[in-house]
C-alpha cells in the first residue's frame, strides 16, 4: 500500500479510516460531475472528457473511455455516494449494495428548484 493510503481523516467522518481501504487523506466526495463528448471522424468514438468537482470545491479532470463513461453514468444515476481520491485519481463507489452510516452525511440531497 502507498505511503498516506488509509488515512482518511474528518472531512468525511469518524471511521472511515476503517471501511475505506486505500483511500489517501485526499478522499473527498464528489458534489458534480460534467463531461462533454468531443465528437471524432465518422466511425470514431469520439472522446470524453470529465470534470469532478469534490466537496471542497476542487476539480479534477479525466479523459474516460466510452465503456468508462458507460459505468460512470450508471453510477450516478445509481443512488450511490461517490469519492474522488485524487491521489491515485480513483472514483470510490460506496452503497453499491445496502447503506453505510458514515455515507449520511455525504448523500447528495435534492436538486435545487
Known sequence: ????????????GRGLLDVMPGASEQTRPVKIINANW??????????FEVMIVTEDDRQHLAAP?????????ALTQAGTVLLWDPADR????????????????ARPGPPPR
Open 1 to 12: 500500500m502507498r505511503p498516506g493510503a488509509n488515512q482518511l481523516r474528518p472531512a468525511l
Open 65 to 73: 473511455s466510452p465503456a468508462a463513461m458507460t459505468a460512470l453514468i
Open 38 to 47: 468531443v465528437a471524432g471522424p465518422d466511425g470514431d468514438h469520439g472522446r
Open 90 to 105: 480513483t472514483l470510490i463507489a460506496a452503497n453499491l449494495v445496502g447503506t453505510m452510516p458514515w455515507t449520511e452525511r
